[in-house]
């Protein structure tokens, strides 16, 4: 009897994990954040590179367009549970894309918008 409550609770322990390790996001994460990463041209599910308790990290691997800024491949888009930030790498800035500035990172604003960070 005590063998067969042993495996019973077991199951139930192992399967309620397995549940779990399916979510594909946290709570936190919101249908409003990832659509503007597809608007901006990033993979929500394959350019994951990093699943933090507070942050998650996308490597982008095209060029992003976001808002009137262009972003090189390479790209990294942290998603926070505040914040959406653009890192571009050391090498190849963000541009404007009528020319303007170079730009090491961006905040994606709530409006599908950004601005440039200093």
């Known amino acids: 009897?005590?063998?067969?409550?042993?495996v019973v609770v077991t199951l139930v322990l192992f399967y309620s994990q397995l549940t779990h390790a399916d979510d594909p996001?946290?709570?936190?994460i919101t249908d409003e954040q990832l659509a503007a990463l597809r608007k901006i041209g990033n993979d929500?599910?394959?350019?994951?590179?990093v699943k933090g308790n507070y942050s998650w990290r996308y490597r982008a691997k095209k060029n992003l367009d976001i808002d009137v800024y262009s972003c090189p491949i390479g790209s990294?888009?942290?998603?926070?549970?505040?914040?959406?930030?653009i890192i571009?790498?050391?090498?190849?800035?963000?541009?404007?894309?009528?020319?303007?500035?170079?730009?090491?990172?961006?905040?994606?604003?709530?409006?599908?918008?950004?601005?440039?960070?200093?």
Not at 44 to 49: C, K, R, W, Y
């Open 44 to 49: 929500p599910t394959g350019d994951i590179e």
């Open 1 to 6: 009897m005590k063998i067969a409550i042993l």
């Open 88 to 118: 571009a790498p050391k090498e190849t800035p963000c541009n404007g894309l009528k020319g303007g500035g170079n730009f090491s990172s961006l905040k994606l604003l709530p409006n599908g918008s950004a601005e440039p960070l200093s």
């Open 25 to 28: 996001r946290p709570g936190w």
């Open 76 to 85: 990294v888009v942290l998603v926070s549970r505040t914040i959406i930030l």
